[in-house]
């Protein structure tokens, strides 16, 4: 089991920065990579960014690259979102998520909200 712990959202104007966090607790040996996903309003859930665990390589949504960047503190077994430049269709529930190996199993936080002004 890997428990997931999500920090850092809340209210910005548009332009705004903000930065979430998530920290990851229990078989974090066994993490292949990390990343995000939000939910818009209304709408379904749609991928963000992913950090692989071990070599740091990084993927992120059109919609985002440029404006967004995904980090981890491995001594914290933690992933971060450094959210730059943020737009009103940026507005959503972020949820952070952990795939393991040795199973393949995926892991999802609590969600957090973000809210961008316009």
């Known amino acids: 089991q890997v428990q997931l712990v999500e920090s850092g959202g809340g209210l910005v104007h548009a332009g705004g920065s903000l930065r979430l966090s998530c920290a990851a607790s229990g078989r974090t040996f066994s993490l292949y990579n990390m990343g995000w996903y939000r939910r818009p309003p209304g709408k379904e859930r749609e991928f963000v960014a992913l950090i692989t665990w071990s070599d740091g390589g990084t993927n992120y949504a059109d919609s985002v690259k440029g404006r967004f960047t995904i980090s981890t503190d491995n001594t914290k077994n933690t992933v971060y979102l450094q959210m730059n430049s943020l737009k009103h269709e940026d507005t959503a529930v972020y949820y952070c998520?952990?795939?393991?190996?040795?199973?393949?199993?995926?892991?999802w936080g609590q969600g957090t909200q973000v809210t961008v002004s316009s």
């Open positions: 998520y952990a795939l393991t190996t040795g199973p393949t199993q995926r892991y």
